[in-house]
Every structure is written in structure tokens, then in C-alpha cells.
């Protein structure tokens, strides 16, 4: 009884904190994400075995770096051809590899490349979220929590569904969990919800409600699933302590962070 208290505050905390961050402006959405890139590459340093401190101050500067670069050309206050810089980011790891006392340039880039495509390319693809000029009408703190509200409902009739009607293990080498009829369950009701969203919401077609429904559910599975396997190589339950009763910020964040990137491109596409 105890635990279940402190995981629904915990967790009532953690979502007013994510919806206050996101309505009140793109530069309080910048500072949640400088939090989550921060904590979330301390978080994968331990999940990849990365106990060299300046290994780890590296990829911290080379995945703020990449996500302040960014940021600031979200927030208008670069202009757009600074976003080439990004570019010379992705060179980086290399470098680290080849200066390393120890040449494990293997973990070095994998830690590395996980946190920028993780962690700073979706945060910064939440800003540009924000841009009028890019999704028009959809665009602002309202698209944002949409993905962030599509997520928590599969996340949530996912678990309700797979306890009542799962049998058949999903992906059982990664996670033992999850079940074919929790996952269904969770996409029809995240689709049927956001289409019942779109019939009152005149800003959202719904043509592009059932696809940033399904492509939603379809990549924040897979990326719950990612992190899963990074837990199950590291031999951890929980990514990080930094939440009561809810782990770390991986484990809260993994869903959105890896679906962000796939609903912003086919949006785009749109």
C-alpha cells in the first residue's frame, strides 16, 4: 500500500511537472529537456558499463552540446544554417575513440550515439514542435502533450489488457511482460481515443490523429522495448533511482523519446 502510494505522487508530480514545462513555454520545455539529457546520459553510462569519468564528461559535453546547438535554432535565437553543426557531432565519437587510453572505441560510440539519437535529437525535435511554420495549425504545446497523452493511455490500457486477456509473450527474450493482447489492446484504445479526440478538436484531422496513433503506440513499444534490452544486458531492473516507485528517467522517458523522432518525420511527410 505503501509503494502504490508513493508511485501514484510520485508519478502525479512527475506529469505535472512534463505538462507545466511543456504549456508554459519552449524555453521551460528547453530546461526539462537539459534535465533529461543530463540525467538520461548518466543513466546510460551505467546501463553501458561506462565507469571512466572523462568518457562520461565527453559524451555529457558532446550531447548537450549537440542538443544546445539545436535548441537555439528551435528558439529562434540562431539562425537555421547552425543546425550543419550537428553534423560535425556525429564525427565526434570517433575522435573520443581514437584519443581513449584504452581505444574501446565500441562502448565509447555506442554510449555516445545513444545518448545524442536518444536523448538530444528527441528533446530538440520537441522544440521545433513549437514552429508555426512547420505543422501549422498542430503545431505548439498542445502536439506535444498529444504524443506524451497518446503514450500514458497505450502504456496504460497495455498493462490493464495484457492482465486481463494476455497469453502470448510479445518479445519474451527482452521483456517477459509484455503480451501480444496487451500491446493490441493498448493501440486500439490509444487509436479509438485519439479519434474520438479529433471528432471535437478542430485542429486535428483525422487522418493525422489515426497515424500519430498508431505510429505512436507502434515506435514507444519499441523503444519501452529497447530499453528493456539495454536493462536486461546491464542485469538492472531500473534505469535510475531518480523517481519514487518509477525508476529512472530512461524508464519514464523511453516510450516518447524514441516515437518523438518517427512522428515528427511522418508529420512532416504529411
Known amino acids: 500500500m505503501r509503494e502504490l502510494l508513493i508511485r501514484t505522487v510520485s508519478g ?36 553501458q558499463n561506462v565507469e571512466s569519468l572523462p568518457h562520461f564528461l565527453a559524451v555529457l559535453v558532446l550531447s548537450l552540446g549537440s542538443f544546445a546547438v539545436a535548441a537555439l535554432v528551435a528558439l529562434e535565437i540562431l539562425p537555421t544554417r ?23 572505441y565500441k562502448r565509447i560510440a555506442a554510449f555516445a550515439y545513444s545518448s545524442m539519437a536518444l536523448l538530444s535529437m528527441p528533446m530538440t525535435l520537441m522544440l521545433f514542435m513549437y514552429q508555426y511554420q512547420l505543422f501549422g495549425e498542430l503545431a505548439g504545446a498542445k502536439l506535444i502533450l498529444l504524443v506524451f497523452a497518446l503514450l500514458w493511455t497505450n502504456d496504460t490500457f497495455a498493462y490493464l489488457t495484457g492482465r486481463l486477456l494476455g497469453k502470448h509473450k510479445l518479445f519474451v527474450r527482452v521483456s517477459p511482460g509484455k503480451t501480444v ?54 542485469r538492472v531492473k531500473d534505469s535510475g533511482r531518480l523517481i519514487p516507485g518509477h525508476g529512472g528517467i530512461l524508464d519514464r522517458f523511453d516510450s516518447v523519446l524514441f516515437a ?8 512532416l511527410l504529411l
Open 12 to 47: 502525479a508530480v512527475l506529469v505535472a511537472v512534463i505538462v507545466a514545462s511543456i504549456l508554459y513555454s519552449p524555453w521551460t520545455c528547453a530546461a526539462l529537456g537539459v534535465l533529461i539529457v543530463v540525467v538520461g546520459t548518466f543513466e546510460m553510462s551505467k546501463l
Open 82 to 104: 547552425w543546425l550543419f553543426l550537428e553534423l560535425l557531432f556525429l564525427l565526434m565519437p570517433l575522435l573520443l575513440g581514437l584519443f581513449s587510453s584504452t581505444f574501446d
Open 181 to 234: 493482447e496487451g500491446s493490441l489492446g493498448g493501440l486500439l484504445f490509444t487509436v479509438g481515443g485519439v479519434m474520438l479526440f479529433s471528432h471535437f478538436t478542430p485542429w486535428l484531422p483525422m487522418k493525422e490523429a489515426i497515424i500519430m496513433g498508431v505510429i505512436a503506440v507502434f515506435f514507444g513499444t519499441l523503444g519501452d522495448l529497447c530499453e528493456s534490452m539495454l536493462k536486461r544486458q546491464a
Open 260 to 267: 518523438i523522432p518517427f512522428v515528427f518525420v511522418i508529420l
